[in-house]
């Protein structure tokens, strides 16, 4: 009988506990604060069929409750008060269910927007591992001394890894000048050439703008190689943001200078895609023509050939 009560015992410690849901965004601050715990918000609405999803499959989920467990949980109905309603709309209006992962003072490390148990809980239990073992031990670093490159690198990897560009990208940016200042304009190459094929894999092109263009102040012979990718991910940037005029004279500049570049069939794709968004018919085809003739064998020749019939059309 002792047998069975202790193995009914140690199953109950080992079920996960129900998650402690807060209702207010700023005392769960000042717990995450005391406790030096993460803060985690979660817009909710029960009249959403995601959101009730998300409630009876998501939540209870085993792996989830494990990993929310370990921080402070606030869960907030956009519709609600006009307080909750303003802090909806200070994290971007996103439709519910979607969920902020902050530090204790409330700083934004990562979005996680999935509603499968198998993709929220990992980014959850991430969110944890890179505030502690890599942000927090960076961001006391250089409290002491903000010239420290290398922690700054630290920050932008960590941020890198929780689908946060804007904060990577601030800190790569930051380590950057911190080379230029210290008179390592080698350094700093090395650490832009990384930082963009990173961003690369992760489309990230308004992110890494700013590093591009350092690309052409500290090397502007084009010693690095670096020229002609810098130039083209400051078109793809153009593009992206619906600048396309601007987008045009970036791309134009960079295909006469770097005509050899080992990208510029890319270079030439942006290139006709600006004039194409830009309503010049006629340039775009003459620039989708140059790929197809130039790079026979690439697989931008076979888009640039599917432009050129829509435009014919």
Not at 36 to 61: H, M, R, S, W, Y
Request: hydrophobic content about 40%; some cysteine.
């Amino acid at each position: 009988m002792g047998r069975i009560i202790l193995a009914a015992v140690l199953a109950l410690s080992l079920t996960p506990q129900e998650i402690k849901w807060k209702t207010n965004w700023n005392e769960a601050l000042k717990e995450a604060k005391a406790t030096k715990k993460l803060a985690i918000l979660v817009f909710f609405n029960k009249g959403l069929k995601d959101c009730q999803k998300f409630e009876a499959e998501t939540l209870p989920n085993p792996a989830v409750v494990s990993a929310l467990q370990q921080h402070i949980c606030v869960k907030i109905d956009p519709e609600g008060t006009d307080e909750e309603n303003a802090l909806w709309q200070k994290f971007g209006q996103a439709r519910p269910p979607m969920t902020y992962v902050c530090d204790p003072d409330g700083k934004l490390l990562t979005t996680v927007s999935a509603l499968k148990a198998e993709f929220f809980a990992g980014p959850i239990a991430s969110a944890g591992s890179a505030y502690f073992n890599k942000i927090q031990p960076a961001r006391e670093a250089l409290a002491k001394n903000p010239d420290q490159a290398d922690k700054l690198v630290l920050l932008g990897e960590a941020y890198e890894k929780l689908n946060n560009p804007e904060e990577s990208a601030a800190a790569y940016n930051k380590a950057v000048d911190v080379l230029i200042k210290k008179g390592d304009k080698a350094g700093a190459l090395k650490l832009i050439e990384a930082q963009l094929a990173s961003y690369y894999d992760a489309k990230w092109y308004v992110p890494a703008r700013a590093s591009c263009q350092k690309v052409a102040e500290i090397d502007p012979a084009d010693g690095s190689k670096l020229g002609a990718k810098a130039a083209w991910i400051i078109g793809m940037a153009d593009c992206k943001e619906g600048k396309f005029p601007h987008a045009v004279t970036v791309m134009k500049a960079a295909c006469d200078r770097f005509k050899d570049a080992p990208n510029m069939d890319q270079m030439l794709f942006t290139l006709g895609s600006a004039y194409m968004y830009s309503r010049d018919k006629e340039n775009a085809i003459a620039v989708f023509e140059e790929i197809v003739k130039k790079y026979p064998n690439s697989e931008t020749k076979n888009i640039a050939q599917l432009q050129i019939d829509k435009l014919r059309k």
